[in-house]
């Protein structure tokens, strides 16, 4: 995750587990990087709700505009109200076209992802 003034936060990485281990972080692990667990390994608005809490004590600017894709598990209530106390705006993209409309997917990630490929 990254914001426009290029400033960078630590991944979120979701494990397809029911329980946490201390050892999957590692000795190499970025300090501030965020594990979640869920039993299929996707995005829960349980996990989302956790690492939000986490990112609102991390990134003090505000006001503040979040961008997510248009996946439902950021619709939780409990999300939007943190969101309003803490003068975070969530915008949600609209579902099924993010590929064309995430903004680091179509600026950043595509064309080093198309650089890549063989020829």
Not at 81 to 107: F, N, S
């Amino acid at each position: 995750m990254c914001n426009a003034a290029g400033r960078v936060l630590d991944p979120l990485i979701v494990f397809a587990r029911k329980n946490l281990q201390s050892a999957w972080r590692g000795d190499r692990a970025l300090p501030g990087t965020f594990l979640g667990i869920s039993p299929s390994g996707w995005m829960t608005t349980e996990v989302l709700a956790s690492w939000f809490q986490n990112f609102t004590g991390l990134v003090r600017e505000r006001p503040l505009l979040l961008i997510f894709d248009g996946h439902m598990t950021y619709a939780s209530i409990e999300v939007i109200q943190k969101a309003i106390e803490e003068d975070v705006t969530i915008l949600k993209l609209p579902p099924h076209v993010t590929d064309k409309l995430q903004p680091l997917d179509v600026a950043c990630f595509g064309p080093l992802k198309r650089a890549w490929e063989l020829p």
